[in-house]
C-alpha cells in the first residue's frame, strides 16, 4: 500500500531515504505537512498561500520545488532577501530558524533536517530548475516567472528584481564622477580646522572627500562618531561652490521613522549654527528632516509612491540618517526616485540592527567598511586629499574591481560619547566583537555607568525597585519611571491657569524631556519578559506606589507610542507622548496626550485620546522600535529562554541606545552570551557579484 509523508515517522533509517522518494509523492502531501507547520507556527499562512498559488499555476509540481519555494516565503518573514540552499542543506534548523526556539518538539512532526536529510545540493538545483516556475536569474524572457534561482540562491521575482534594481543603480552611480572643486583641500581644511585628534586620521575629513568624487557614498560609525556633524559640513562642502555660482544645490534630508527624523532636525539644526560658513552658504543648507514615506509620498493602501523613476524627486542632494533601517523594498524605490544626476549620501550604523522587513541594505553594503579595501589610486587621493598618511591607519588593501563600493564608504571610528573610560563604550565594543566572556567580566564588576541584576525570580522586588527609582544614586543618579511623574506632579501650573497660556505647553515639554530619562527595552513582544507583559508589570508597580491610576485605559502619566503614521494629526510611527490633564476652555480638567512637535520647530502638541487609534503603551518597548532614540538610563530585558532575535546586533543596539547609564536584567543566566555569539545571518546576492 502507498504511505505518504505524513505516514513517514522521523527516525533517522527513514528520514535518510525520504527525499530520495519524495518524487513518488503527491504534492498534496507536502502541502498537508505545510499545513501542519502553519498550525505549528512554524511557518506563516501567506508562506503556504503562496505555495498554493504556485500549485494552481503548474499542478502537479515537484514537492522538492513546491518546498522550496515554501522555505523561500518563510525567509522573507525573517529578513533573508532569498533561500541560500547551501546554507539550508549544511544546517537546516539554525539558517531556517526551524522549529522556533523555545517550541518542544511533540508528536511525530518532521524537521526541515530531516526533511532534507541526504539531499545533495546538485540534485535540488536541477529539480528547481526544471520546473516551468523558475527563471534562471539570467535567462531572458523568463520575466513573468513567480521564482528567481541565481547560483544556490532562490528568491521570489519581486524581491530577486529589487535586488537587481539596487545593484545596477549603485554600480552605475559609482561611475557617475563629479566635477571636483580645484579647491577642494583648501576647502577641507577651513571646514576642519582643529578637529581632529593629534596622530589619529581624521575620518570624517576623509568621508566628506570621498562624498564629493561620486553620485553615491555612504558614512557608518557607531554612537558619537559624528555622523551628523560630517554630514553638515559635507553639505556646506558641497554647497559654497554652488551658491558662489549663483546655482544653490537642492537639497532634502530624510530618516525612516517620524522620532529619527525629528532627531536629526533638532540635531542638524545646532550643528548648521556652528558652521564656520558664510551666511548666504548656512541659509542653503537645510535643517528640516523629512520621512523617507513623506519624501516619496506615500499612496495609503498602496506599495506606491507619487514619485518614482518617470516622477522623480526635485533635488540635487539627498541625506538619508538612520540607513540600518531601510529595507530592501524601501531602497528599491528610494533609489527608483532619484534623479539621474543627483548624489545620495547614506548616514548609519552598520552594526545596528537591520530593519524589521527583508534585507540588512546597508550591512550588505558596509560588509568591507571595517577593512577599508580602498584601491592604491583612491587611498593615494585621500592622503593627497586629507594631508595625512593612511599607512598606519590598519586598513586592507583592495581593488576598484573587486572592492568597488568599498571606494565610496568611509567608516567613523572614534567615539566622542563613549569614549576609552566610558563602561557603556566599552560593553558595546566587547558585545560588537562577540567577546562574550570579556563582556559578562564587564558586568561582573561594573564601571559605574553599567549595571547588571540578576533576577532571583520572576517576582524580584530589586527588579520593581529598578522600574520606579533606577539606581537610587540620589537626583543626579540613573533614574527609573517615578522621575518623570515627579515632574509631572511637581511643576504642574496652577489650576486656575488659563488653558491657552504658554506655561501648559512648557510644563508638558518638561514632562515629555524627563520621560526621556529612563526607558526599558525588550527582545521580544510577548511573555513576562516581553513588551506586553513588562507594560502591565510597571503599570501595576507605579499604581502601587499612588503615582498613577491605571484602573481606566487612558489616565494621566500614560505613555504612549504611535505604531503608525498619522499625517492627518502630523504623527509619525515612532512618536512618544503622555497624557496629561489640562484645563479645558470652561477650566474644567480634561485628558489630552502631549506629542514633542516633530517639524523641527520644537514646541509640543496636543491630542485628545478620542483622535488615537495606532498607539500602543510605551513604559516598555522592543529595542527595533527604539532605534532612532536615545535615554539617559536604559534597561535591556533579556528573556528567559533562547529566541531567534537574540543576536548580538540586538544586544548591541540596546546598549547604545543609553546616553549616561545602561542596565542588563537577566531572568536567566546564560542567555546575554549565548545572543553575543550568535550574529544576524541575512541572506542577500547585494553587491555580491563583480562587476
Same mark, same amino acid.
Given at each position: 500500500?502507498?504511505?505518504?509523508?505524513?505516514?513517514?515517522?522521523?527516525?533517522?533509517?527513514?528520514?535518510?531515504?525520504?527525499?530520495?522518494?519524495?518524487?513518488?509523492?503527491?504534492?498534496?502531501?507536502?502541502?498537508?505537512? !505545510?499545513?501542519?507547520?502553519?498550525?505549528?507556527?512554524?511557518?506563516?499562512?501567506?508562506?503556504?498561500?503562496?505555495?498554493?498559488?504556485?500549485?494552481?499555476?503548474?499542478?502537479?509540481?515537484?514537492?522538492?520545488?513546491?518546498?522550496?519555494?515554501?522555505?523561500?516565503?518563510?525567509?522573507?518573514?525573517?529578513?533573508?532577501?532569498?533561500?541560500?540552499?547551501?546554507q539550508?542543506?549544511?544546517?537546516?534548523?539554525?539558517?531556517?530558524?526551524?522549529?522556533?526556539?523555545?517550541?518542544?518538539?511533540?508528536?511525530?512532526?518532521?524537521?526541515?533536517?530531516?526533511?532534507l536529510?541526504?539531499?545533495?545540493?546538485?540534485?535540488?538545483?536541477?529539480?528547481i530548475?526544471?520546473?516551468?516556475l523558475?527563471?534562471?536569474?539570467?535567462?531572458?524572457g523568463?520575466?513573468?516567472?513567480?521564482?528567481?534561482?541565481?547560483?544556490?540562491?532562490?528568491?521570489?521575482?519581486?524581491?530577486?528584481?529589487?535586488?537587481?534594481?539596487?545593484?545596477?543603480?549603485?554600480?552605475?552611480?559609482?561611475?557617475?564622477?563629479?566635477?571636483?572643486?580645484?579647491?577642494?583641500?583648501?576647502?577641507?581644511?577651513?571646514?576642519?580646522?582643529?578637529?581632529?585628534?593629534?596622530?589619529?586620521?581624521?575620518?570624517?575629513?576623509?568621508?566628506?572627500?570621498?562624498?564629493?568624487?561620486?553620485?553615491?557614498?555612504?558614512?557608518?560609525?557607531?554612537?558619537?562618531?559624528?555622523?551628523?556633524?560630517?554630514?553638515?559640513?559635507?553639505?556646506?562642502?558641497?554647497?559654497?561652490?554652488?551658491?558662489?555660482?549663483?546655482?544653490?544645490?537642492?537639497?532634502?534630508?530624510a530618516?525612516?521613522?517620524?522620532?529619527?527624523?525629528?532627531?536629526?532636525?533638532?540635531?542638524?539644526?545646532?550643528?548648521?549654527?556652528? !558652521?564656520?560658513?558664510?551666511?548666504?552658504?548656512?541659509?542653503?543648507?537645510?535643517?528640516?528632516?523629512?520621512?523617507?514615506?513623506?519624501?516619496?509620498?506615500s499612496?495609503?493602501?498602496?506599495?506606491?509612491?507619487?514619485?518614482?523613476?518617470?516622477?522623480?524627486?526635485?533635488?540635487?542632494?539627498?541625506?538619508?540618517?538612520?540607513?540600518?533601517?531601510?529595507?530592501l523594498?524601501?531602497?528599491?524605490?528610494?533609489?527608483?526616485?532619484?534623479?539621474?544626476?543627483?548624489?545620495?549620501?547614506?548616514?548609519?550604523?552598520k552594526?545596528?540592527?537591520?530593519?524589521?522587513?527583508? +534585507?540588512?541594505?546597508?550591512?550588505?553594503?558596509?560588509?568591507?567598511?571595517?577593512?577599508?579595501?580602498?584601491?592604491?589610486?583612491?587611498?593615494?587621493?585621500?592622503?593627497?586629499?586629507?594631508?595625512?598618511?593612511?599607512?598606519?591607519?590598519?586598513?586592507?588593501?583592495?581593488?576598484?574591481?573587486?572592492?568597488?563600493?568599498?571606494?565610496?564608504?568611509?567608516?567613523?571610528?572614534?567615539?566622542?560619547?563613549?569614549?576609552?573610560?566610558?563602561?557603556?563604550?566599552?560593553?558595546?565594543?566587547?558585545?560588537?566583537?562577540?567577546?562574550?566572556?570579556?563582556?559578562?567580566?564587564? !558586568?561582573?564588576?561594573?564601571?559605574?555607568?553599567?549595571?547588571?541584576?540578576?533576577?532571583?525570580?520572576?517576582?524580584?522586588?530589586?527588579?520593581?525597585?529598578?522600574?520606579?527609582?533606577?539606581?537610587?544614586?540620589?537626583?543626579?543618579?540613573?533614574?527609573?519611571?517615578?522621575?518623570?511623574?515627579?515632574?509631572?506632579?511637581?511643576?504642574?501650573?496652577?489650576?486656575?491657569?488659563?488653558?491657552?497660556?504658554?506655561a501648559?505647553?512648557?510644563?508638558a515639554?518638561?514632562?515629555?524631556?524627563?520621560?526621556?530619562?529612563?526607558?526599558?527595552?525588550?527582545?521580544?513582544?510577548?511573555?513576562?519578559?516581553?513588551?506586553? +507583559?513588562?507594560?502591565?508589570?510597571?503599570?501595576?508597580?507605579?499604581?502601587?506606589?499612588?503615582?498613577?491610576?491605571?484602573?481606566?485605559?487612558?489616565?494621566?502619566?500614560?505613555?504612549?507610542l504611535?505604531?503608525?503614521?498619522?499625517y492627518?494629526?502630523?504623527?509619525?510611527?515612532?512618536?512618544?507622548?503622555?497624557?496629561?490633564c489640562?484645563?479645558?476652555?470652561?477650566?474644567?480638567?480634561?485628558?489630552r496626550?502631549?506629542?514633542?512637535?516633530?517639524?523641527?520647530?520644537?514646541?509640543?502638541?496636543?491630542?485628545?485620546?478620542?483622535?488615537l487609534?495606532?498607539?500602543?503603551?510605551?513604559?516598555?518597548?522592543?529595542?527595533?522600535?527604539?532605534?532612532?532614540?536615545?535615554?539617559?538610563?536604559?534597561?535591556?530585558?533579556?528573556?528567559d529562554?533562547?529566541?531567534?532575535?537574540?543576536?548580538?546586533?540586538?544586544?548591541?543596539?540596546?546598549?547604545?541606545?543609553?546616553?549616561?547609564c545602561?542596565?542588563?536584567?537577566?531572568?536567566?543566566?546564560g542567555?546575554?552570551?549565548?545572543?553575543v555569539?550568535?550574529?544576524?545571518?541575512?541572506i542577500?546576492?547585494?553587491?555580491?557579484?563583480?562587476?
Amino acid at each position: 500500500m502507498s504511505r505518504s509523508l505524513l505516514d513517514l515517522l522521523p527516525t533517522p533509517l527513514q528520514a535518510e531515504h525520504l527525499l530520495a522518494l519524495a518524487p513518488q509523492h503527491r504534492s498534496s502531501d507536502l502541502l498537508q505537512l !505545510l499545513d501542519r507547520w502553519v498550525e505549528r507556527g512554524w511557518l506563516r499562512a501567506l508562506d503556504r498561500a503562496f505555495v498554493s498559488f504556485l500549485e494552481t499555476l503548474a499542478p502537479g509540481s515537484d514537492p522538492l520545488l513546491l518546498l522550496a519555494a515554501a522555505l523561500a516565503s518563510h525567509q522573507l518573514g525573517h529578513g533573508h532577501v532569498c533561500l541560500d540552499l547551501q546554507q539550508t542543506l549544511a544546517e537546516p534548523d539554525f539558517a531556517l530558524s526551524l522549529p522556533p526556539e523555545g517550541d518542544a518538539l511533540t508528536g511525530p512532526l518532521l524537521l526541515p533536517s530531516q526533511l532534507l536529510a541526504g539531499l545533495d545540493l546538485d540534485a535540488w538545483r536541477q529539480r528547481i530548475a526544471a520546473s516551468p516556475l523558475v527563471a534562471a536569474a539570467d535567462a531572458p524572457g523568463q520575466h513573468t516567472r513567480p521564482l528567481v534561482l541565481s547560483g544556490e540562491r532562490l528568491y521570489l521575482r519581486r524581491y530577486w528584481s529589487y535586488e537587481r534594481r539596487i545593484d545596477s543603480t549603485l554600480r552605475q552611480r559609482l561611475t557617475q564622477a563629479d566635477a571636483i572643486p580645484p579647491d577642494l583641500a583648501a576647502r577641507l581644511d577651513a571646514l576642519f580646522e582643529g578637529g581632529s585628534l593629534a596622530g589619529q586620521v581624521d575620518w570624517q575629513k576623509l568621508a566628506c572627500a570621498l562624498a564629493t568624487r561620486a553620485g553615491f557614498s555612504i558614512i557608518t560609525g557607531g554612537p558619537g562618531t559624528g555622523k551628523t556633524t560630517t554630514v553638515v559640513r559635507l553639505l556646506a562642502l558641497l554647497q559654497a561652490p554652488a551658491v558662489e555660482a549663483g546655482r544653490p544645490l537642492r537639497i532634502r534630508l530624510a530618516a525612516p521613522t517620524g522620532k529619527a527624523a525629528a532627531r536629526l532636525t533638532e540635531s542638524i539644526g545646532q550643528q548648521v549654527e556652528r !558652521l564656520q560658513v558664510s551666511s548666504a552658504v548656512r541659509g542653503h543648507i537645510p535643517t528640516e528632516v523629512s520621512t523617507v514615506h513623506r519624501l516619496l509620498g506615500s499612496r495609503p493602501g498602496s506599495r506606491h509612491f507619487r514619485h518614482n523613476a518617470a516622477n522623480p524627486l526635485p533635488l540635487d542632494v539627498l541625506v538619508v540618517d538612520e540607513a540600518s533601517m531601510i529595507d530592501l523594498e524601501m531602497m528599491a524605490n528610494l533609489l527608483d526616485a532619484m534623479p539621474p544626476k543627483a548624489r545620495l549620501v547614506l548616514l548609519g550604523d552598520k552594526d545596528q540592527l537591520a530593519s524589521v522587513e527583508a +534585507g540588512a541594505v546597508l550591512g550588505d553594503l558596509c560588509r568591507d567598511a571595517e577593512q577599508g579595501r580602498y584601491s592604491p589610486a583612491t587611498q593615494a587621493w585621500l592622503e593627497h586629499i586629507g594631508g595625512q598618511s593612511l599607512s598606519e591607519s590598519g586598513l586592507e588593501p583592495g581593488d576598484e574591481q573587486r572592492h568597488p563600493l568599498a571606494q565610496q564608504v568611509v567608516m567613523l571610528r572614534f567615539s566622542r560619547r563613549f569614549g576609552e573610560g566610558s563602561g557603556i563604550g566599552q560593553l558595546a565594543r566587547l558585545v560588537n566583537r562577540q567577546q562574550s566572556h570579556a563582556a559578562r567580566n564587564l !558586568l561582573a564588576m561594573p564601571p559605574p555607568d553599567v549595571h547588571s541584576l540578576a533576577l532571583k525570580q520572576e517576582h524580584d522586588r530589586a527588579f520593581d525597585r529598578l522600574l520606579l527609582d533606577g539606581l537610587d544614586r540620589g537626583a543626579e543618579g540613573p533614574q527609573g519611571y517615578r522621575s518623570y511623574l515627579r515632574t509631572l506632579g511637581s511643576q504642574r501650573p496652577a489650576l486656575d491657569t488659563p488653558f491657552d497660556d504658554p506655561a501648559w505647553e512648557r510644563w508638558a515639554a518638561k514632562v515629555l524631556h524627563s520621560f526621556e530619562d529612563f526607558q526599558l527595552l525588550c527582545a521580544v513582544r510577548r511573555g513576562a519578559w516581553g513588551v506586553e +507583559g513588562l507594560n502591565e508589570r510597571v503599570a501595576r508597580v507605579l499604581h502601587n506606589a499612588r503615582l498613577i491610576d491605571s484602573q481606566q485605559p487612558w489616565y494621566e502619566g500614560r505613555p504612549v507610542l504611535v505604531t503608525r503614521n498619522d499625517y492627518g494629526l502630523g504623527l509619525m510611527n515612532g512618536d512618544i507622548g503622555i497624557a496629561l490633564c489640562l484645563p479645558d476652555e470652561q477650566g474644567r480638567p480634561l485628558l489630552r496626550v502631549a506629542f514633542p512637535r516633530n517639524d523641527g520647530k520644537g514646541g509640543v502638541r496636543f491630542v485628545l485620546p478620542s483622535r488615537l487609534n495606532e498607539v500602543e503603551t510605551v513604559f516598555a518597548m522592543t529595542v527595533h522600535k527604539s532605534q532612532g532614540s536615545e535615554f539617559g538610563h536604559t534597561a535591556l530585558v533579556l528573556p528567559d529562554a533562547l529566541n531567534p532575535v537574540l543576536t548580538k546586533e540586538l544586544i548591541y543596539t540596546g546598549i547604545t541606545r543609553a546616553k549616561h547609564c545602561f542596565s542588563l536584567v537577566e531572568p536567566r543566566q546564560g542567555i546575554f552570551e549565548e545572543a553575543v555569539e550568535r550574529k544576524v545571518r541575512r541572506i542577500s546576492g547585494l553587491m555580491l557579484e563583480q562587476v
